[in-house]
């Protein structure tokens, strides 16, 4: 297992940090791809079983690493992600709304820039099985945000996953979520990664 702190994390400095400003979606993808490819090329990972798996922020990394790097990985497990930034900005709670304007730049200026880093947009370029996993009440990345890219990975053919969590929100706090979410990753894995 590899935990990346990408650009934009906190503790290497007030530039590093600041990195990932109007760079969302593009260099904590970069930093994904290549602390994966590091592992690999240092043999210490299989190249053809890395999977990448992220929630939120996190879970966007993952649509857009499988949106832009098709094939690198065998599969991706998307935790509550954002797959379509104009809705996130118009549909998020209070305390996120603004949050976008200090990564992308604010609307409707910055549209191109939401546009061309919106996974929804470039669904025809995901071909890993991806599982998506969201919490039916969830007010920070809204269960609308997975719905749609779920659909559109069902019309093009893409295997996938979805399970959506009753009364769960941004994040899972049932012990009985906890261990659903646990077993459909093991079986997700064994059918799609390990056994595949």
């Known amino acids: 297992v590899l935990q990346v702190n990408y650009r934009g994390s906190t503790g290497y400095g007030k530039a590093y ?15 994904a791809i290549s602390g994966a490819r590091h592992l690999a090329d240092a043999g210490l990972v299989d190249p053809g079983r890395l999977v990448i798996l ?80 969201q919490g039916e009440v969830d007010r920070v990345v809204p269960k609308a945000q997975s719905d749609t890219i779920v659909e559109s990975l069902r019309r093009r053919g893409v295997p996938h996953e979805y399970h959506v969590y009753e009364g769960e929100g941004h994040g899972w706090r049932k012990s009985e979520t906890i261990e659903a979410f646990y077993k459909a990753v093991e079986v997700f894995l064994r059918n799609y990664v390990l056994f595949a």
């Open 17 to 31: 940090m600041e990195a990932l400003r109007g760079n969302w979606g593009v260099y904590d993808v970069e930093d």
């Open 54 to 133: 992220g929630g939120s922020a996190g879970g966007y990394t993952v649509l857009q690493a499988l949106v832009n790097y098709p094939g690198f990985f065998k599969a991706g497990i998307c935790l509550y992600g954002i797959s379509n930034l104009f809705t996130l900005a118009a549909d998020t709670h209070k305390f996120e709304a603004r949050y976008l304007d200090s990564l992308l730049g604010p609307l409707p200026e910055a549209s191109p820039i939401y546009r061309s880093r919106s996974p929804i947009f470039f669904t025809d370029r995901i071909r890993d099985p991806v599982a998506i996993f």
